[in-house]
């Protein structure tokens, strides 16, 4: 049997703004108080949605530190994820996914509810039907610059998205988790079994966490 339960990293306690920005500091407050005023995840994204559609809109916000591959990868292929800024309790978290031109990431899961936007390249994302019992792709969509999507685990939770643009895919995340310091799951299609892994952020270290070793490496068959 699997455990797909949300294992969390140990929070910091203190809000971290590593792309500290007024347009980003602005955008997280907004973020903050659709959360605070939605009586549901799908209130609270519907009131989001166009602030990160505006986000998604302007040039420049993106500096070059956050827009870079990363060799050491979590995720594999060099893939980047670059922690743009996380609350302090752990419940939200922003960073963007530089995934070069023809790499894809593990399928994997997130653990939480929130948005995920494409700022630049084209993608294209398989979303998968999956659970303890099995997993089955659902569809594959392309992702053009200023598309955006919501995530509602467990619908539409898992997926993998791979880079089909000459040059290097963004996809900016906004979710109600640490998604890169909590233990998630990647699956195997050939083999049809779920592994534990936490993808991590290129820039900034996840607090010490022994379930990621207490977890077995293959949680089931
Ligand atoms: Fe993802």
Redesign the pocket.
């Known amino acids: 049997m699997c455990d797909l339960e949300h294992h969390s990293a140990t929070p910091s306690g203190e809000d971290e703004f590593h792309l500290d920005t007024p347009l980003i500091r602005e955008f997280v407050a907004r973020v903050r108080a659709c959360i605070a005023a939605g009586a549901t995840p799908r209130e609270a994204c519907a009131a989001i949605e166009p602030h990160f559609a505006s986000l998604l809109a302007q040039d420049g916000w993106l500096t070059e530190q956050f827009s870079g591959p990363n060799p050491d990868s979590g995720m594999g292929g060099g893939i980047g994820q670059w922690l743009l800024f996380r609350a302090g309790d752990g419940t939200l978290s922003l960073f963007s996914?530089v995934v070069p031109p023809g790499e894809q990431?593990p399928i994997?899961?997130?653990l939480a509810w929130g948005l995920?936007g494409l700022y630049r390249g084209e993608q294209e994302e398989d979303v998968f039907d999956a659970d303890e019992s099995g997993i089955e792709l659902d569809r594959t969509q392309r992702v053009l610059p200023g598309g955006l999507y919501s995530?509602f685990p467990p619908r539409d939770d898992v997926?993998?998205?791979r880079t089909v643009s000459a040059e290097p895919s963004i996809?900016i995340?906004l979710l109600t988790n640490d998604?890169g310091c909590v233990v998630r799951h990647t699956w195997d299609l050939t083999t049809r079994k779920i592994k534990a892994f936490r993808s991590g952020y290129a820039n900034v270290a996840c607090a010490d966490d022994p379930r990621v070793d207490a977890l077995p490496a293959e949680a089931c068959a």
Request: proline residues 0%.
């Open positions: 996914l990431t994997h899961d997130h995920i995530l997926h993998r998205v996809s995340h998604t």
